[in-house]
């Protein structure tokens, strides 16, 4: 019983930045390389796994296109994900330029969608919290990571437009 209580006092495995640049570095490439069919991913409800989309922004001081592939799940018509730097404490450049051009684009595997981003408060973040914590691989894991960021991690709602 004491071996549990030291492994959930433990701060959780996070890989280091160096590998987890190389990782989307690699999720890009091969965004490109397929013409837009890899990594991108369905979510599963029955398998309770999130899929993957790109996240097409616009940049809050440069103007132009940014784009990034995220993790994300269903919640009816909205895409909802975490703004989160790999579990890093800064804000990921993605969510900054959100706040600053809430319009964006997303691609999916049935194609690009106009969307709208903002941040879930009060009930509706606490209930999409607990349907992620819930997915395969978080259970009470996800606010141990959490925990690691001085920050609450916002959860980002994409809306149709």
């Not at 106009?114 to 259970?139: F, I, K, M, S």
Request: net charge positive; glycine share 8%; aromatic share 10%.
């Amino acid at each position: 019983m004491a071996d549990v209580a030291r492994t959930e006092d433990k701060p959780p495995w996070v890989p280091p930045l160096w590998f987890k640049r190389a990782a989307w570095a690699f999720q890009r490439r091969m965004y490109r390389l397929t013409g837009g069919r890899y990594p991108l991913s369905r979510p599963s409800a029955e398998r309770r796994t999130s899929g993957l989309l790109r996240l097409r922004t616009v940049g809050r001081r440069t103007g132009q296109e940014r784009a990034v592939i995220l993790a994300y799940w269903e919640d009816g018509r909205n895409f909802v994900t975490l703004a989160m730097n790999g579990w890093e404490d800064p804000p990921p450049a993605w969510w900054l330029n959100l706040l600053a051009h809430p319009d964006v684009e997303v691609d999916t595997v049935d194609g690009p969608r106009r969307v709208h981003g903002r941040e879930a408060v009060g009930p509706e973040r606490e209930r999409l919290w607990a349907e992620l914590a819930a997915y395969r691989g978080w259970g009470k894991g996800l606010d141990r990571y959490a925990a690691l960021r001085s920050r609450p991690t916002p959860v980002v709602v994409l809306e149709p437009r």
